[in-house]
């Protein structure tokens, strides 16, 4: 092995074998598993529940409603962005509202959701909301930066509407969009938690998590817990490529 | 006859056409020549329809059938130079692409783009893709900036053997000679020497 592949073996397998030493010793110093497990009884956990088809469900139905929430946010974040920037009356009507949507707090919206929508379908119109804004945050600045002498030459060069958004809107936008999905997944992935742990459906992550605390399973809640940052990781960078595979083609 | 009377255009606070008036052939090729900033880029735009005059007439162009190459070359960076040309043609002319290609020498860059032409190959793709669109009307504005002057000679017998009549600028003395008629510019406000 050469010194340079030991640095990079050393610089990254040191920081998790600290933090987990950590968390060992602050676990013993603790002593009591109900309020602090250590690593190894929350692995031991995590093994228990990963041979259980309850939490490979679970984890589907968590990703299925945040992805619907992603999915429906970024389109309509989309829609209100060209709307907004194309028609000033829009703009007038629609800004403030979008405004209002990014202020009120995820947990205000999950309680007012609850009055109105089946329980099953607050996790996924939660992170469209929470989506929503952002999406049409980054679309907004993305559409006000296109290059203006572009636009120029496809008036002069008689571009129709669809031409011109093909050839230059959509790919102006493609850095914003990129970024602004990669912001807005973090954000849908959180906040469908955190409703699915507040208004709990049958099949979900959050739910288990909420089960979890009442049978005071601090483990089980950790390996919740690991399960959700394991997710959110993995499904960013996996988003991440397949958005700049897409910016590159 | 292009007649131009009385034209008047300010951009932010500076006067760039006071009362400007002159008549320019509307057959061959007629070259502004004038300082940098006298004002012969606004006078084009005004030609084109993308500068709006305070006063004054121009008879005997169509803004809409015009075609017009920016001082900018304008190219988009995610279109290769063939996707350039295709843009601007209509289905039934897509054909004519390599045709154009040929015209701008640029034959063998078609999958090229635009961040790998030279400044001068690229300026010679945004003449093409403007002479393509085949306007009653030629406006180039520096349409050779880049442009080695044998090519840019080349490229202006081309634009005269496509019979429109062109108006462009150019600082190229070697090029001045070569076209129908030159008008001697100064300002600003643009005025006719």
């Not at chain 2, 940098?36 to 030609?47: D, M």
């Not at chain 2, 442009?147 to 005269?160: C, G, K």
Request: glycine residues 8%; proline residues 6%.
């Amino acid at each position: 092995m050469s010194p340079d592949a030991w640095k990079r073996a050393v610089k990254a397998v040191v920081p998790p074998v600290f933090w987990l030493g950590v968390w060992q010793l602050a676990a013993l110093l603790v002593g009591r598993e109900l309020l602090l497990p250590g690593p190894l009884a929350v692995a031991r956990a995590l093994c228990a529940l990963a041979v259980t088809g309850d939490f490979w469900l679970s984890a589907l139905m968590t990703l299925l409603r945040v992805f619907l929430g992603l999915a429906w946010g970024t389109a309509a974040g989309v829609l209100l962005a060209f709307l907004t920037h194309f028609s000033p009356w829009a703009a007038a009507l629609l800004s403030p509202a979008v405004k209002v949507v990014r202020a009120t707090p995820v947990v205000s919206f999950i309680l007012l959701v609850y009055l109105w929508v089946v329980r099953a379908a607050i996790p996924a119109v939660i992170a469209g909301l929470m989506v929503l804004p952002v999406i049409w945050g980054s679309m907004t600045a993305g559409l006000a930066a296109v290059d203006p002498q572009l636009l120029e030459m496809a008036r002069t060069y008689r571009f129709s509407r669809l031409k011109t958004l093909r050839l230059i809107y959509l790919p102006s936008l493609r850095g914003h969009f990129t970024s602004g999905t990669l912001t807005a997944f973090g954000l849908a992935w959180k906040s469908g938690v955190a409703a699915e742990v507040i208004c709990p459906p049958a099949m979900a992550i959050g739910s288990r998590l909420q089960a979890a605390r009442l049978a005071l399973e601090t483990p089980e809640l950790f390996a919740w817990t690991l399960t959700i940052i394991a997710l959110s990781l993995l499904l960013e960078r996996l988003l991440r490529l397949l958005l700049e595979r897409g910016e590159r083609s | 006859m292009i007649r131009i009377r009385d034209l008047t255009f300010r951009y932010g606070g500076k006067t760039v056409l006071e009362r400007f008036s002159a008549d320019l052939p509307d057959r061959g090729i007629t070259a502004l020549r004038g300082p940098s900033g006298c004002g012969k880029t606004t006078l084009l735009r005004v030609l084109a329809g993308l500068a709006r005059p305070e006063s004054g007439t121009v008879a005997g162009v169509d803004p809409g059938k015009t075609a017009v190459l920016f001082q900018e070359d304008r190219l988009l960076p995610w279109r290769t130079v063939n996707q350039h040309i295709a843009d601007v043609l209509p289905k039934e002319r897509r054909k004519e692409v390599t045709r154009w290609l040929a015209f701008a020498e640029l034959e063998g860059e078609g999958d090229s783009y635009p961040a790998s032409l030279s400044g001068g190959m690229a300026r010679r793709l945004a003449l093409a893709r403007c002479a393509a669109l085949r306007g009653e009307l030629l406006l180039l504005d520096e349409p050779f900036t880049g442009v080695d002057e044998a090519r840019a000679v080349r490229l202006l017998d081309r634009l005269r053997e496509m019979g429109a009549p062109v108006l462009l600028t150019s600082h190229q003395s070697g090029l001045l000679d070569r076209c129908d008629a030159v008008l001697s510019l100064d300002g600003p406000p643009l005025r006719v020497l």
